[in-house]
């Protein structure tokens, strides 16, 4: 349900005079989510302006007239011809001289640059300034309510145990004497997930030698390889219950197929988990101390410990990514990489760490979740934290 007080409240503490949400056939999701038209794309473009006081405005399409009339705000502008149309939007924002919309500038953060460069450019035309509304976008569609919290601590059951589940199946296959492939542990794993009520939008990862090595490996029936005694193995996994509006679980964790694990896979992993351990901590002291923390700045603190090491070049991703409905969330990512991300980490949000080290023989990536619940407190979620290689044995 549109909270329009809270809303209302957020747009002047971000120091706007309004939120202007546009859609065009399911282009902007986060305007859809925000707004209640997830489930229902309208045909036409829509815009539905939220000022900082006072009452929404709305315009919509002749042929959907009443699309957006759920929606608090009584003034209502239907349109039909395109000219209508634009000068709708101008009516929309008479007054307005700063505005929130879902824009990056320079698309430095795609997650949020939702709205089409046209769009913008017809706003601005009516002297209005356009800022991004991410940390908007966060607080009314990133943020969790009670049930979604609760449809991750099941989720993380689920993908806590499937680990057991799949170092499991290839010990036993290799035991029996039988061959077993990164498939038959994909199948074994989705399997798992079925058993237990969860969905997957895609696979999970499952790496063996350099296979490892390649942070969006994907095994396929012409990559397919097998597991052996003596290789070593990364699985990465990621689901949700199978409800509407429940959010992902998405961890990470290696093995060895072996009683003894090689120094070379230990000494790279042992760097891997300092770096995550890094940005664990650096959440949670700045949540201690009540702190503004960026996604940015937890990325700086993990990665700096493998630059420390020596091993920043093979660290080629961003530290994390926001946790929702979909697996790579709307909320803030923990990135300062591929975008210096300086939404802040709301309470209400969940996120991955997950740094990495890949080489050519083989890859260490160490990934959990944490979520800061609405009283800020840190839950670090996905079973107990992997501090070693798993013997597959």
Not at 262 to 291: L, M, S, W
Request: glycine letters at 10%.
């Amino acid at each position: 349900m549109f909270d329009l007080p809270a809303v209302q409240k957020s747009i002047r503490a971000q120091g706007c005079d309004g939120w202007l949400l546009y859609d065009f056939r399911g282009t902007n999701v986060l305007a859809q989510r925000i707004v209640g038209l997830s489930e229902k794309k309208l045909s036409r473009r829509w815009f539905y302006y939220v000022p900082a006081t006072g009452d929404p405005r709305k315009l919509a399409h002749a042929i959907e007239p009443a699309s957006l009339d759920a929606l608090p705000g009584k003034q209502k502008t239907t349109y039909r011809r395109w000219q209508e149309l634009e000068a709708g939007v101008g009516a929309l924002l008479a007054g307005a001289k700063r505005i929130a919309m879902e824009y990056s500038p320079r698309n430095g953060n795609p997650y949020i640059g939702r709205v089409d460069a046209g769009t913008i450019e017809l706003v601005k035309s009516f002297g209005v300034e356009v800022v991004s509304s991410g940390d908007l976008v966060q607080e009314f569609e990133a943020t969790w309510d009670a049930g979604q919290e609760a449809s991750h601590f099941e989720a993380e059951k689920v993908t806590d145990s499937a680990y057991g589940v799949a170092w499991a199946f290839i010990a036993d296959k290799l035991k029996a004497g039988a061959a077993v492939t990164e498939l038959d542990v994909q199948k074994r794993i989705l399997d798992h997930f079925t058993e237990n009520g969860c969905t997957t939008y895609s696979p999970p990862i499952v790496g063996v030698g350099p296979h490892s090595g390649d942070p969006h490996y994907e095994p396929t029936p012409e990559t397919n390889s097998a597991i052996r005694t003596g290789d070593f193995v990364l699985i990465d996994l990621w689901a949700k219950l199978d409800q509407p509006r429940a959010v992902y679980s998405d961890l990470t964790r290696v093995g060895f197929v072996g009683r003894e694990v090689p120094e070379k896979y230990t000494k790279i992993f042992n760097i891997v988990a300092a770096a995550r351990d890094a940005g664990i901590d650096c959440v949670k002291q700045a949540f201690a101390a009540t702190r503004f923390l960026t996604g940015a700045e937890v990325d700086d603190a993990t990665r700096a410990v493998i630059d420390k090491a020596g091993y920043g070049d093979q660290f080629s991703h961003r530290t994390g990514h926001n946790i929702g409905q979909e697996v790579h969330g709307n909320g803030a990512h923990i990135d300062g990489l591929e975008t210096r991300d300086d939404r802040r980490i709301m309470p209400g949000t969940c996120f991955s760490i997950e740094p990495g080290i890949y080489l050519p023989e083989f890859g260490v990536r160490s990934e959990i979740n944490v979520y800061v619940d609405r009283a800020s407190k840190v839950h670090v979620t996905g079973g107990e934290l992997q501090r070693e290689i798993v013997r597959i044995v």
